[in-house]
């Protein structure tokens, strides 16, 4: 039996009328959201971490708007795959150079989000992105790769990103820079099982995941804090976006043999296939954590040759 339509209401977004539920966060509070009263929600574990991090009201190709938007409840899923740095460099722009893990290897990561509780409410999201070095960094690449590592802060340019709704992908796209559009995409994430499907223009499955979730540890909220620097390029201009998350309970598995993943026929599966990764290396799962994500900024990225 399907769900009851929810009642929806129409906000402007730069001059884009965009839907988004009747009574939600964002119908609400257009992002300046109520934190006690999101800490009434019974998804929501607590939200000391967004109590340090004031908004601040900035102009955007979307409209005036406060930033960061808050992720309250998150959990997410992350393949990460080695691929030979000559197919990754077809696909990045020449601006950037892929992180590598050894001479003539990078990393291509595909990534699902499921979001219960944020601004701008519930969507599920999916990403096929490439570990680039930092754009402003001359140092060796695998420095670079070790001091991400130990600061848990990477860098990454994005091929894919689809997400479920509408003011996801209109701000996605418009205010961020990102390739986003909007296509059926669930994505289910237990401590038992972590199950994804992105669907195709046709109905058909793009690219689906299932797997075993890993063990989950625990940690106090502001004891793990990683964060990801994310280059994106706005009418011609480069822009980098930060994104700090809040780690409350989280496991990962090397190698992970029973992982069924499905690499079907959609813009996903041919970014992924242009890259030509090889086996999943790495598991992450995040059952629960929450995100802040800031509005890009104007970066200078130099020209590489």
């Known amino acids: 039996m399907s769900s009851p339509q929810q009642d929806t209401v129409e906000v402007d977004l730069g001059g884009r009328a965009v839907t988004v539920p009747k009574g939600g966060l964002y119908d609400r509070y257009r992002m300046d959201t109520d934190l006690d009263a999101v800490a009434r929600d019974s998804r929501v574990s607590g939200v000391d971490f967004f109590r340090r991090l004031p908004k601040t009201r900035v102009d955007s190709p979307i409209g005036s708007t406060l930033t960061p938007n808050f992720y309250y409840r998150v959990s997410t899923a992350r ?18 150079a892929p992180l590598e893990v050894a001479p003539g290897f990078g990393l291509v990561s595909l990534m699902f989000f499921r979001y219960d509780v944020c601004d701008i409410d519930f969507y599920t999201e999916a990403a096929v992105g490439i570990a ?19 600061n848990e802060h990477l ?42 499907r992105v669907a195709n223009d046709a109905g058909g499955t793009d690219v689906s995941l299932a797997v075993s979730t890993p063990a989950q540890t625990a940690y106090p909220s502001g004891e793990r804090v990683s964060a990801l620097t994310s280059y994106t390029s706005i009418d011609g201009a480069w822009h980098s976006t930060f994104s700090q998350t809040n780690v409350l309970s989280a496991g990962t598995k090397r190698r992970p043999r029973e992982l069924v993943l499905e690499i079907g026929e959609g813009r996903m599966a041919d970014d992924l296939r242009s890259l030509d990764p090889t086996r999943t290396v790495r598991l992450d799962v995040m059952t629960e954590g929450q995100l802040a994500l800031h509005m890009p900024v104007p970066v200078s990225v130099p020209t590489r040759h």
Do not use: C
């Not at 393949?79 to 950037?96: H, Q």
């Not at 680039?132 to 130990?150: F, I, S």
């Open 79 to 96: 393949l990460t795959m080695p691929a030979r740095s000559r197919a990754i460099r077809r696909r990045l722009p020449s601006e950037l």
């Open 132 to 150: 680039v070095r930092p754009a402003r960094h001359r140092r060796l690449g695998l420095v670079d790769l070790a001091a991400a590592l130990k």
């Open 155 to 196: 860098d990454s340019y994005v091929l894919s990103l689809p997400v479920s709704t509408e003011i996801a992908q209109v701000r996605g796209h418009d205010g961020y820079g990102f390739p986003k559009w909007v296509t059926g995409l669930d994505v289910d994430i237990d401590a038992d099982r972590t199950t994804a």
